[in-house]
């Protein structure tokens, strides 16, 4: 669907690095440690664990907490022997980057067994939605996988409410970064054009298939699917082509609809999240399927940060079976290549949502999980689908946060978990405060009488939960989180006025 576009990428100065309010932080504790002083002593972890749900889909037990410090014994006449310093964990140590899985470690990255891997040749750009004209970032890729200047780029609208418009304002920033690009015309609300005919067409798939790359406009994602398949499920000739290009080595894009049909399954008629939450999603009603590039193990969704999506991905992965879910933000990509390596470019980041030792309640009417893992995965990172290494962007390389030096005090909570990129603000204070867990609240309208059916969605730290900060702007990258959502009634009005 099309959206508002995010702001400008601001290009940060090293200075950043000392002068910033993270840098600051960050020296003065440096600074205490140097004269040996303590600056905090850590709290323990949580006490009161979510209780298991019924009728959960998996039986495997979540992964064990945190140790907690011994009580504290009688006073003791007897001087104790003085205890070693905690350790400090090493920057260049192996990450997990999905936790609870048998782990082969190596390189100063992780690995976990690996998924399938799909014989594709090609390379992947799905972008979530909103890209501006002067993102170079991803429009240069997009023309520079498809083989740089003088690149043949078909250009698809089929998703567009105005056909003609998108194609032109596409192919007017793919021309100015190089490309040759030229219009599809194959979508249901293109202007004196009979789509169905289009997608048959021989010499048109013939012009296709002689591209080097493919870009998927965004809009409504069903309408991609109902120009590019025919009614018994079968491929048309357009789409046949298509695929040619992907597999011979080309490059297909996509952005926001253009990027829910990367995967197997993708929304097809999705109500908000929050009402998805509470009345649950349905295959053949919410969902229906996609084109499948990227391989029927991996869902994906667009549009992710800026309007809370996270959230309707996880039920949709669990009512289809997916285990690994990536989400993309507004004004940014995924890459995706050949050995299924992914680069987040742009102007935000992915989330990483892994449900392979999650527990659902599926007859409970109203949505809850326990064991979920989630990971914000910022601009520069690189995760692997096939063998689960991740790898920080080069500002975050040496900027592996030290759990001992936190900076963030205090409660960590949103009452709008569902806002604008509020996910992420709460991933990124958890990894760098003393907090052991934090937690966001989803809930309708605050003016409403009676009660409601609203989320609590507790995030908390694991033995595998690390955080990267980068070194020159308090960017972060966020790995393994536990997630667990349960269902809370809220009483209405939430307020009165004094």
């Known amino acids: 669907m099309s959206t508002s576009a995010a702001s400008e990428q601001v290009e940060e100065e090293v200075i950043v690095k ?27 972890p949580p006490k009161n ?17 945190p140790a907690k410090a011994p009580p504290a014994g009688p006073a003791s006449s007897t001087p104790s022997a003085p205890q070693p310093p905690a350790p400090v964990p090493d920057p260049a140590a192996p990450v997990r980057i999905v936790a609870g899985a048998s782990a082969t470690l190596s390189g100063g990255s992780a690995a976990i067994a690996p998924s399938p891997v799909a014989a594709h040749q090609g390379s992947l750009v799905i972008i979530g939605g909103g890209l501006r004209g002067d993102n170079a970032d991803v429009w240069q890729r997009v023309v520079k996988l498809a083989g740089g200047k003088g690149a043949r780029i078909a250009v698809f609208p089929s998703a567009a409410g105005n056909p003609e418009r998108s194609a032109q304002i596409i192919i007017g920033y793919l021309r100015k970064w190089g490309a ?19 997608a048959d067409d021989a010499a048109l798939a013939k012009k296709i298939r002689e591209a080097d790359g493919v870009y998927f406009a965004g809009g409504d994602q069903g309408r991609i699917t109902k120009a590019l398949v025919r009614e018994d499920g079968s491929q048309t000739a357009v789409l046949e082509a298509v695929w040619d290009v992907y597999r011979r080595g080309g490059v297909i894009a996509g952005t926001s609809a253009g990027a829910a049909i990367m995967s197997s399954t993708m929304f097809a008629n999705p109500k908000a999240v929050l009402a998805m939450l509470q009345t649950g999603i349905a295959d053949g009603r919410e969902l229906g399927p996609g084109l499948g590039f990227i391989g029927d193990d991996v869902f994906v969704d667009q549009h992710l940060l800026v309007r809370g999506r996270f959230a309707r991905m996880i039920p949709a992965m669990l009512a289809k079976g997916y285990q690994i879910g990536l989400g993309i933000d507004e004004d940014s990509a995924m890459v995706v290549n050949a050995q299924r390596e992914v680069e987040i470019i742009g102007y935000k980041g992915a989330l990483l949502i892994d449900l392979s030792r999650a527990e659902w309640d599926k007859a409970n009417p109203h949505f809850g999980v326990r064991n979920a893992v989630i990971s914000y995965l910022d601009r520069g990172d690189k995760f692997s689908i096939a063998s689960h290494m991740f790898t920080p962007a080069t500002d975050k390389a040496a900027g592996r946060i030290d759990p001992t030096r936190t900076l963030g005090r205090g409660a960590v909570f949103s009452n709008d978990v569902l806002g604008n990129s509020a996910v992420v603000d709460l991933m990124e204070r958890l990894i760098d405060s003393n907090q052991e867990e934090a937690i966001g609240i989803a809930s309708g309208n605050p003016r409403a009488s009676g009660t409601e059916v609203g989320f609590e969605f507790r995030f908390t730290k694991t033995p595998d939960s690390v955080g990267y900060v980068s070194t020159v702007g308090e960017a972060y990258s ?21």
């Open 18 to 44: 000392l002068y910033s309010r993270a840098g600051l932080a960050r020296l003065g504790l440096a600074l205490l440690a140097a004269c040996g002083l303590t600056s905090h002593a850590k709290e323990a």
């Open 49 to 65: 664990p979510v209780p298991a749900a019924s009728g959960r889909t998996s039986t495997t037990p979540p992964p064990e907490a």
């Open 478 to 498: 966020v790995l393994n989180i536990r997630l667990d959502i349960r269902p809370i009634e809220i009483t209405r009005p939430l307020y009165k006025y004094k």
């Open 180 to 198: 040759d690009a030229f219009l599809v015309p194959v979508a249901v609300r293109l202007t004196g054009s009979d789509y169905k005919k289009n």
